[in-house]
């Protein structure tokens, strides 16, 4: 296409990145024939050290470069709250509010029956594991505020609450928008939404 | 930030790259851990080759693989009618049309004084060396129709018509919308604007 197979075959790898298409893949190769070679390298030796290096924490399922993560690992965090979120980087976006202190738990996706994706799809055993072995005393569920991530909450809020009566679960307030996602919120409602939390049922 | 860094070392890397934010870079990031390593080692070495493989065309400074991309060295091209295009990607989009048979001339971008671009700046020394050595019967300018697209053709213009009276010099049509870019308009808007092309004083 572009007569040069160098060229296409990194426009057609770009191009199966999600949101990227084709004029986007173009447009970011042209800008990478135009770095130098030590930027280009930088780049190219980032994404294949990302692969090599990061692993899912065995415990929170959080990325992490040890078996167990940082946060998992550290004295200092309350291991008796624990913040269920649907993917590794709602921590990073948590994280950077500043003010959460417990432990996290990533289920790796939410409830969404018609896209076939079940109870046994999440990281919800390891979540139960967690709660009998380490004396959990509250569950704050940080999914989504829209349809699919209410419905995970509501699940395992009546998971949870029925096994295991002593934990409180919790929900992060509104305040985050309804039907929006927590990537596209400030940190400030991040934190909101933390403190406003309320007790289920 | 993320507790991990490989993962924060990619998201900085991608981040440097136009219009991929952090958020992008993060979102990005998280689906290179979901790919097989096989895929993430394509496109990291796609990316590296991309830059140790791919150089600029002595002749009409589009990228190839080699000294001469294949378009000049096409014997079954026309290679007294040169398009002048702003960036090598133009000409990909123009190719993808399917009906232009001449050469190609990449200028490196377009007159932009403010910006402090002067013709200094663009690829037209070498332009004129193609006009007087190649025996060149037409040049079709095919600048993006905005602001200094159209200053850039008009300078062009004058330039070319002053030195070289027997060369025609053509404005890609209108059909290509007014204060567009050629990159993001279907092919055959970009068809049409060739066949449409008109002399220009």
Chains 1, 2 share one sequence.
């Not at 018609?114 to 990281?123: A, F, K, N, S, V």
């Not at 967690?130 to 991530?149: H, M, S, W």
Request: charge should be neutral.
């Amino acid at each position: 296409m572009s007569y040069s197979k160098s060229f296409d075959r990194c426009v057609r790898e770009l191009s199966r990145l999600p949101g990227i298409g084709k004029k986007t893949a173009i447009r970011l190769s042209m800008h990478l024939l135009k770095m130098s070679m030590k930027d280009v390298e930088d780049l190219s030796s980032s994404i294949y050290n990302l692969k090599r290096d990061t692993r899912f924490c065995l415990k929170c399922g959080s990325i992490s470069d040890e078996d167990i993560c940082e946060i998992c690992l550290d004295k200092n965090r309350d291991n008796t709250v624990i913040c269920v979120v649907e993917e590794a980087k709602d921590i990073f976006l948590i994280e950077s509010s500043g003010k959460f202190g417990g432990l996290y738990h990533v289920l790796g996706g939410r409830l969404a029956p018609l896209d076939g994706i079940t109870p046994d799809d999440l990281r919800i055993g390891s979540l139960l594991k967690r709660i009998e072995e380490d004396g959990v005393k509250e569950i704050i569920l940080a999914t989504n505020p829209d349809v699919e991530g209410d419905t995970t909450a509501i699940y395992l809020y009546k998971l949870i609450s029925k096994r295991y009566n002593s934990v409180k679960v919790t929900r992060i307030a509104t305040g985050v928008p309804i039907g929006g996602y927590l990537e596209y919120v400030d940190e400030i409602t991040i934190l909101k939404s933390l403190e406003n939390r309320r007790e289920m049922g």
